[in-house]
Structures are given as C-alpha cells and as structure tokens.
C-alpha cells in the first residue's frame, strides 16, 4: 500500500481522556477513532491487527478442533428468560423492543444463543463432544466505559462453548483449551500469567484467567516461583504473605484479562431444558465448557506492552506491515524509482509492505513510522550513492546498510 493513497493518519495531538499510553498511541497513529462512549471505529490499519490476532486464534482453535459459527449480534429475550438471567445480569445487559413490541438484546454474551442453536440439532451422547465458536461484535453497557479498547462498551470477543456428555469429558477439553490458548499468547508473543479466579456472572464449578502482565491493569495478581497464581479476589495466602503452596514469598502484579475459560457443567442447559439422551437412553442435560478471548482489547493489551515513548513496537506477526520503505524525498527521481522498485520487488515476495510516498519533511516520516510501529523500515535516501538503503529496527534503533542490489536479487 501507498500512503499516498491510504486512508492513514496521524496525530501528534493526545486525546484529553487517553490515560493509558495504548491509548493514545492507537488514536493517534490512526489504529482507532472513537464515536462515542467505549464506542470506536477500527480504522484500516487496527483493523489489520485484528485480523492478523484472529488468525493466529483460528489456527490455534481449529487444531484443536474447535468450529467456527457466527451467532445472531441480535438475540430474542426469551433465551434469556429461560436461563433466569434476563432479571439478574443488571444494566449492563442492553435490553431493546422492535416495533411489535418484542424483546431482544444486544449480546454481552452468547450463552443462551449457543444453547439454542445446540438444542434438537445435538441428540445423541454418540454425538458428542463438540466445541463451536465465533469471533463476533458483543455489546456490554458499562457504567464507566474508559482506557480505549481495554473497556469498552462495544467489543470484539472469541467465544467457544463445548458440549459433552460427562463430566470427566468436560475436564479433559478444558486442559485442551488451557493449552490452545498458551500456544496463542506465545504466539502473539506477550507476557501473560495464567491464574485461578471467580467464575462471577458466567458461573459454573471453576474457571481460570489469563492475565497480560502490565502496571495499568485493573487485576491484582498474586503469583509465586512454584507456579502458583492467582486473581486476588480467590487466592489462598499463608500467614505473612507466604504461598500456601510452597510457603516461599508471593509477589504481586497488575494484570488485564485477555482470557477466560470456565466449566459451566449444566448452568444453562439444565433450565433451558436442553438436553441429549444417554447410554441408556436418558435424557441429560449437556455438560457444557466456556471459552473465551477479548479480542479487541488484546490490540490495547499487546500496545501497552509492544510501545516505548515514541509510539507502537508491534511484532512481524500482529503489525499492519512488516516492512515501510521509506522514500526521503519523494520529489528526487532516483529516490522514487528505488522506493518504487523495492516495494513492487517485496510485495512480490508476499511481504505486506506500506510505502511512505509522501510529500512531506524525512523527520516526520521517521517520527511516523516510530509512531506507527511497523517492525523495520528501508530508507531510500542518502546511501543511494553506495548503492545501499538503511534498514532500521524499530524495536531497538538499530541501523544497518543494505546493498540494493542484494535486496532485489533475494
């Protein structure tokens, strides 16, 4: 892409209610927009790591057999009357009529909707298990929507639901998801902890959080050199803050929960009255398994920890690009033709490659590409002469000389 021809912008202007440095960093390189409260638009470029993180979370997913589904963002209040939490889940629940005065709501989970969908279509214990999810819009009226992305009350959410006919079934898919989302946050490459915690409005007889490292995170974590942790809220301390475990000392650290995986055993099923017959012929109800991933908010999450004081450090993986060229000055033909001859050579390649053609001072195209985060950059300037580019890393400043006629010849 060009960004002469993008619909790229930035800004060296703070947003006044950005407090975190994800923040402000995603608005002002032009990731996001938002339209009103806890509402934003994903602009082309966060719209590209969204889709860069689902990837990785589809191919973790579906290797573990999981299936993709979308589920109506529209859901009938019926479902929810039937499960009894259409009353108890509060205002955050955004309850709308049609105009035959029907009731619905905006989903801020999808439990009902997935048991309904399950329902008359799943009859047999020999067709079970199954795991289906989605990656879908979810919608969750929060008192006090802030930090960008991180709360918001329009959000991008993974959530999975796993059907089983035992209980002992359901255990050996919870360890399997446990591990499909390790190998997706090693993957994206972020520091995470994996904790016991609360199962809180979902339910169910357990569940565990996993919690992205960082100083802005609204979770206190207690954690332990013997691999024991836990949210706070549920942790078992000795006396003088010693690990139940182990009885050596615990430390304590901020978190943001990217995920959360919960045993809901038959919390829905049993008062929607879904059910499935058994070996006996029986009619059970499912034993059901939850997972889930804030999509979205991982795009704050992984930029409070992949930025420094200029701007982003996105990894190749998640980044919009993995490489800008940089063309210093766009009116010097020779620039030009190298800019241009690099960018086609790379796209060729299969490389995703923004090229900075624009009319504007070299000190801003570099304060923009740092902004941007866009893991390498070529610069096509002054070394032309030696036949070289620059490439810089944007993540440690380092700056190494390229012949140009290596690069085009690879």
């Not at 919009?320 to 690099?342: A, C, T, W, Y």
Request: aromatic share 8%.
């Amino acid at each position: 892409m060009k960004m002469s021809e993008s619909f790229i912008y930035t800004s060296k202007e703070t947003p006044k209610d950005a407090e975190l440095k994800s923040h402000q960093f995603l608005v002002r390189a032009g990731y996001i927009q938002q339209v009103g409260a806890g509402i934003y638009n994903l602009l082309p470029l966060g719209l590209s790591v969204l889709e860069n993180i689902k990837t990785i979370i589809r191919k973790h997913l579906n290797d573990a057999g999981a299936q993709e589904l979308v589920l109506g963002f529209v859901t009938p209040a019926s479902f929810w009357q039937k499960s009894g939490r259409y009353e108890q889940y509060g205002k955050e629940l955004l309850r709308i009529k049609d105009r035959k005065d029907q009731d619905f709501v905006l989903g801020p989970t999808y439990e009902e909707a997935i048991v309904e969908c399950v329902r008359g279509r799943i009859a047999s214990y020999k067709q079970l298990p199954i795991n289906l999810y989605q990656i879908h819009l979810k919608f969750r009226d929060e008192l006090r929507a802030r930090f960008g992305l991180i709360r918001g009350r329009e959000f991008v959410m993974k959530d999975a639901y796993s059907f089983h006919s035992t209980q002992e079934d359901l255990d050996r898919e919870f360890l399997v998801m446990e591990e499909a989302y390790r190998k997706i946050f090693d993957e994206l490459g972020i520091r995470y902890v994996v904790v016991e915690a609360d199962s809180g409005a979902i339910g169910g007889s357990g569940s565990k959080e996993f919690m992205l490292l960082a100083s802005c995170g609204e979770d206190t974590l207690v954690t332990c050199e013997c691999g024991y942790a836990s949210n706070i809220e549920v942790a078992k301390i000795g006396e003088d803050d010693k690990c139940c475990k182990c009885g050596s000392t615990l430390r304590y650290e901020k978190g943001i929960e990217i995920g959360h995986i919960f045993k809901l055993g038959d919390k829905y099923s049993k008062p929607m009255n879904a059910t499935f017959l058994d070996q006996q012929g029986k009619a059970q109800p499912f034993v059901m398994g939850c997972y889930g991933i804030g999509v979205s908010r991982l795009i704050a999450g992984i930029a409070e920890q992949m930025s420094d004081d200029k701007g982003l450090c996105w990894n190749s993986n998640i980044a919009p690009f993995e490489k800008l060229i940089l063309i210093s000055n766009i009116k010097d033909e020779r620039q030009r033709e190298v800019g241009l001859s690099l960018y086609h050579h790379l796209r060729a390649k299969g490389e995703r490659v923004l090229l900075d053609d624009r009319n504007e001072r070299f000190g801003v195209k570099i304060s923009d590409f740092e902004l941007l985060g866009i893991p390498e950059a070529l610069v096509v300037g002054k070394d032309l002469e030696n036949g070289q580019v620059e490439l810089i890393n944007r993540k440690d400043s380092n700056r190494l000389r390229l012949e140009i006629d290596t690069i085009l010849g690879a």
